[in-house]
């Protein structure tokens, strides 16, 4: 079954600091990997959009990596600010799904304290 | 700048009530989406349309139906709202091949 698993399940970390969110994937062959911002009581915003032929992609403080060999996906971020805190979440497209076959992680909670 | 605009933010309704969920689109996108998000769960799929009065039903549609008369707007129908169905609903819609854009959320309570 494909499925994207994402980890830690949640994290906080001090303002200013650096950190890096996970995502491990078995969705293959895949078209491409986005993350996605979602603060609280919001609606997810998207943060970057990878295809399977790239293996980095920067939003300014943002940095997400991918690695299709071991089939693992990484979002860093940079200098944390406040706003930085809501769920980061994974989503993986099927190659040869339509759009409809998006398959979401369950996210990362982060949380950045003063 | 692009917008999904749903109907509500916040909504409680009793079980077995109708409940209609709307949501809007004004990037004359052709595919929009239903999703519901529960904790730990993820994001999944409820119903989706790619045309208008088209639709095909995603991994979760017991207990949800959807109309989509016109291109911009795609409502999400509670036939007889149940406690299992308290949740936050997300509508999205998308260009064939982009990415998805969402509207801000609707959390449902359902007592």
């Known amino acids: 079954k494909n499925q994207v698993e994402q980890s830690p399940q949640s994290l906080i970390i001090l303002e200013g600091k650096n950190c890096t969110l996970q995502c491990n ?19 997810p915003v998207s943060l970057t959009i990878m295809t399977f032929s790239e293996n980095t992609k ?25 706003s930085d805190s809501a769920s980061y979440i994974c ?20 949380a950045v304290h003063p | 700048d692009v917008k999904v605009t749903q109907s509500s933010r916040y909504l409680v309704k009793r079980t077995g009530e109708k ?3 709307e949501c ?9 989406f239903w999703y519901r998000q529960d904790p730990g769960l993820g994001l999944r ?8 009065k088209m639709k095909e039903k995603g991994d979760i549609p017991e207990g949800y139906s959807v ?5 911009e707007r ?22 064939t091949g982009t990415e998805a854009f969402f509207g801000q959320g609707t959390r449902l309570t359902v007592v």
């Open chain 2, 24 to 32: 809007v689109q004004d990037m004359d996108h052709e595919n929009m």
């Open chain 2, 45 to 52: 799929l409820i119903y989706f349309s790619y045309d208008v």
């Open chain 2, 74 to 95: 795609f409502s999400l129908i509670l036939e007889s709202a149940s406690t299992n169905q308290t949740s936050m609903y997300l509508c999205a819609s998308t260009r």
């Open chain 2, 19 to 21: 409940v209609f969920l």
């Open chain 2, 67 to 71: 109309s989509r008369e016109k291109k």
């Open chain 1, 25 to 43: 994937y078995t969705v293959s062959p895949f078209s491409n990997l986005r993350w996605y911002k979602q603060d609280t009581g919001r609606g």
């Open chain 1, 58 to 82: 920067s939003n300014g403080r943002y940095t997400a990596t991918l690695d299709a060999d071991t089939k693992q996906s990484s979002l860093h971020i940079t200098a944390s600010q406040l």
């Open chain 1, 91 to 110: 989503v993986v497209s099927p190659f040869s799904g339509g759009y409809n076959k998006l398959i979401f992680g369950a996210g990362t909670r982060l």
